[in-house]
């Protein structure tokens, strides 16, 4: 959705527009349930809150004022909210341990295929387990793809605040795919 | 290398590589060549940065896509008509509403508002529970007067001021409860919600008193002090107030951030009308009492009537000379020596405020109770302990 058109939406929804918040949800639930799979690593879990961010936007869009941000960025903001809440109501957020605690095994003789899905799964488990921060960065940085200026934009911080967060988010996935024993060269030349 | 001996134009250098190796207009290994110096620490980083950049992301299934939406529609008509989750006055205010036109009706239905609040502040229980927080005795009945209020202020289309006063005075709660180190209970987080929701739905963006209220209201979220019911309470809040902020650092104009204008009870912006002067005749001070010198037929009926003779000749309360009182249309309160009124049983002198000499003092919802008072006195004089002028016709000897 282009942004002039997403502004057009905004305003209707901001007035009581149904079909406006229709339109907008349709836009953005793949972002969001993405944003939210990848801090969750939980495919149900993340269908729940995705719910659950709609929900709260749907009651909170009459007070939604354009800042110039995308929607999705606010839509983001509600569903780091919401993951917070499902970590403090579950108690459930993996440690560091539990890395160490269940390798992901990866052999030589993998067939290619199967490598690409241990490594997925490695990496997703890894991302789950950074803190917020840097998961945020991660996703919105390399999975969504956004620039260095719009994340920091979306997380309210500058831009140099977010070149050293995003330096320690990578470090720390690195350093956890090293533990889990997944080499990334060659899942990189694998994948070339 | 240490993070802290990490070289700043390093951070640089890293956003240059992975947006050249993100795009393909690089390679990994060229951008090590290119430099060498970060090689070691630039590895790692792009590498995790490319294989997470190539992982698959599922996509939510079809089927949860719709069922979403369905449940979401189902839910917009009842958005729609009410702001919030748990709205204070249910069914009476329409989240759309229009608001009336100016007319006579609305100014009329304005002064109920004003007399309204001015009730609530003025004296008696409702003022007596103004203060009052979760918990006390009072509380019921503070919330009791709000919903009268907001029902009235839904008529007379005055909801903007209504509900930014009741998100204000949820906000003091939470202080005064801060204050006093008790937890804020569920109810309360809930109400200030609402009411902050419905000051937003109903001012404008440019609202200057809803820019301080927000600036203030943000503040007390980060309030070491506060003691939430749990963790997550303040988020809620959070997300609707900080959209909803003009911009986070407001403009340094005293204008721009009037938070010394807030008060702990809504009602004092909200002073009373004051009386005209024709109910409240000018208080004078008499130097010279008692006087028995008529004053001329050309006055009004009340002008006609005589001083009364005191046996303690202070103060008389007598109407003013002037056949037209001057109007004034900020009221003054001028300090005057206590006030002995003659002859009534049981009420026999009105304490005045103490007043520093030469300071004038605009009369507020505190004092406006004994001004009333003052006023009662004067009518009660004026029909009971003093007898109209017996009219001679011409001529008679």
Redesign the interface.
């Known amino acids: 959705m282009e942004r002039a058109e997403e502004k057009r939406w905004l305003r209707a929804a901001v007035k009581g527009d149904g079909q406006a918040f229709a339109a907008l949800y349709r836009a953005n639930v793949q972002a969001v349930y993405r944003y939210v799979y990848h801090r969750v690593n939980d495919v149900h879990l993340a269908e729940d809150i995705t719910g659950d961010v709609f929900t709260k936007a749907l009651e909170s869009i009459s007070s939604y004022q354009d800042q110039g941000k995308p929607f999705v960025a606010w839509l983001y903001r509600i569903a780091h909210a919401r993951v917070v809440d499902q970590y403090r109501k579950s108690n459930r957020r993996p440690q560091e341990s539990d890395v160490e605690a269940e390798p992901i095994p990866f052999e030589a003789n993998m067939d290619e295929a199967l490598l690409r899905r241990q490594a997925g799964r490695a990496l997703r488990q890894a991302i789950a387990e950074l803190t917020g921060d840097q998961q945020q960065v991660i996703i919105l940085r390399f999975i969504e793809g956004y620039r260095l200026e719009e994340v920091a934009d979306m997380l309210g911080k500058n831009a140099n605040a977010i070149k050293a967060l995003q330096h320690r988010a990578l470090r720390s996935l690195g350093q956890r795919l090293e533990r889990a024993g997944l080499d990334i060269a060659t899942i990189l030349a694998g994948l070339a | 290398m240490s993070?802290q001996a990490?070289n700043?134009e390093?951070?640089?250098i890293?956003?240059t590589c992975?947006d050249a190796v993100?795009k393909g207009t690089a390679s990994?290994d060229e951008c090590l060549e290119r430099y060498p110096q970060y090689a070691d620490l630039l590895k790692?980083?792009l590498?995790?940065?490319?294989?997470?950049?190539?992982?698959?992301?599922?996509?939510?299934s079809g089927a949860?896509?719709s069922r979403?939406?369905a449940?979401?529609?189902a839910?917009?008509?009842k958005?729609?008509r009410t702001?919030?989750?748990k709205p204070i006055t249910g069914k009476v205010i329409q989240?759309?509403a229009a608001r009336p036109a100016r007319s006579l009706g609305r100014i009329a239905a304005v002064l109920v508002v004003a007399f309204l609040i001015a009730l609530g502040s003025g004296g008696g229980v409702v003022a007596a529970a103004s203060d009052d927080v979760p918990g006390e005795s009072l509380y019921s009945i503070k919330r009791l007067w709000e919903r009268v209020v907001v029902v009235v202020a839904s008529v007379t289309g005055q909801l903007d001021e209504a509900w930014l006063r009741l998100a204000q005075t949820r906000l003091d709660e939470v202080l005064a409860m801060a204050e006093r180190g008790w937890t804020l209970t569920p109810d309360l987080l809930s109400d200030w919600q609402t009411a902050t929701?419905n000051a937003?739905?109903y001012n404008g963006?440019d609202d200057a008193e809803l820019a301080a209220y927000l600036q203030t209201a943000q503040a007390a979220l980060d309030n070491p002090a506060i003691t939430w019911p749990d963790?997550?309470a303040p988020?809620?809040l959070?997300?609707?107030i900080e959209?909803?902020m003009?911009s986070p650092q407001p403009d340094s104009t005293p204008n721009a951030a009037p938070t010394a204008t807030m008060t702990a009870t809504p009602t004092v912006t909200l002073s009373p009308t004051p009386l005209p002067p024709t109910q409240a005749p000018a208080v004078v001070p008499g130097t010279v009492a008692p006087t028995t010198t008529p004053l001329p037929p050309s006055a009004t009926p009340r002008s006609l009537i005589p001083a009364t003779p005191t046996r303690t000749p202070t103060l008389t309360l007598t109407p003013s000379a002037s056949p037209f009182p001057t109007r004034t249309t900020e009221p003054t309160w001028t300090p005057l020596p206590p006030l002995v009124l003659p002859t009534r049983p049981g009420t026999t002198q009105i304490v005045q405020p103490t007043v520093p000499p030469g300071q004038v003092i605009v009369p507020s919802a505190t004092i406006w109770y004994p001004y009333l008072r003052l006023t009662e006195e004067s009518f009660y004089l004026t029909r009971t302990a003093v007898g109209l002028p017996t009219v001679v016709p011409e001529g008679t000897p």
Do not use: C, G, H, W
């Not at chain 2, 590498?47 to 939510?60: C, D, E, G, I």
């Open positions: 993070e990490i700043p390093f951070y640089d890293l956003e992975l993100l990994l790692p980083d590498q995790a940065a490319l294989l997470t950049s190539k992982l698959k992301s599922p996509r939510m949860a896509v979403l939406e449940r979401l529609v839910q917009i008509p958005a729609d702001p919030s989750a989240f759309n929701q937003l739905a963006e963790a997550t988020d809620n959070r997300l609707l959209p909803a003009i």
